[in-house]
């Protein structure tokens, strides 16, 4: 596809991130009284935009010039969502993660991966529906693809590189906690950008359980324990990995500073 035809699509993406930019800020003043139920919404409404601008951008990906345009557009979308979605994980990888130090409830954890999964299903159906509709020329014979196969190589190379990937993600978004939010974004996009450059045509270097269902439901349907262990158990393992070293570093630093 040309470049000159993925206006429509990023006007369509325009559009999603708008109303789910809306709908975040209604939330925050008529629920502040129902912080779980705020919390619940929030998150589901940043998933589903993650979820459903990535479904477009996938329809994307054979758009010329390659691999630059699809690269870019992964760069400037994950900066976007970086800067509307404050606050939000919209991966349950990133929300397991403070579980390992204690510092949330496994309740509350358990309502933003409920609500994550909700917005990965919501996001896919809305997605067919505007498909549907054929709006843009990158929606003709969507609806008829079925598994896309992301998996492009055997499955244990395929799990291996979804738990890498995940390893260094995480890794990274504990590095820059506490850079400025205006850096920080841009860092995270050019990790991401780098990571779908080197992987994505192996798996599609997704490391993310939610979205990765979202993408590829019916490689679920059709392979459940396959891509079950690809794509949700690899990148948890890894967040396990890495929280596990990361407590064990901290936890060294600090008998070390009470040594000295």
């Known amino acids: 596809m040309a470049a000159g035809g993925i206006w429509k699509s990023l ?17 925050h003043r008529r629920l502040h009284k129902h912080p779980r139920l705020c919390s619940f919404l929030l ?7 993650v979820c459903a601008c990535t479904n477009e951008l ?19 979308f994950t900066v976007l969502h970086g800067l509307t979605l404050p606050g939000s994980t919209c991966n349950p990888c990133g929300t397991l993660q403070p579980l390992w130090g204690g510092r949330t409830s496994v309740r509350a954890r358990g309502l ?24 843009a020329e990158s929606h003709l014979g969507a609806l008829t693809q079925g598994c896309g196969n992301p998996m492009q190589t055997t499955e244990v190379q395929a799990f291996c590189i979804e738990l890498l990937f995940s390893v260094v993600f995480q890794l990274t978004i504990l590095q ?43 490689c679920f349907y059709d392979r459940f324990l396959t891509y079950s262990l690809v794509y949700w158990i690899a990148p948890c393992l890894g967040t396990v990995l890495v929280a596990f070293v990361w407590k064990s570093f901290l936890g060294h630093q600090k008998t070390l500073k009470s040594e000295l």
């Open 11 to 27: 006007g369509l993406m325009a559009a999603v991130v708008a109303t789910v930019g809306l709908c975040r800020s209604l939330a």
């Open 43 to 49: 998150e589901l409404l940043s998933t589903f935009q």
């Open 58 to 76: 996938s329809l994307l990906g054979n758009t010329e010039p390659r691999p630059h345009t699809a690269l870019t557009l992964t760069y400037g």
């Open 112 to 135: 933003k991966i409920g609500a994550q999964f909700v917005a990965a299903v919501l996001a896919r159906v809305f997605m067919h529906f505007i498909w549907r509709l054929e709006m």
């Open 176 to 218: 820059v906690e506490n850079i400025k939010p205006s850096y920080r974004v841009h860092a995270v996009a050019l990790l991401i950008t780098m990571l779908v450059f080197a992987g994505g045509n192996l798996t599609g270097a997704i490391f993310n359980p939610a979205l990765a269902f979202s993408l590829h439901p019916h």
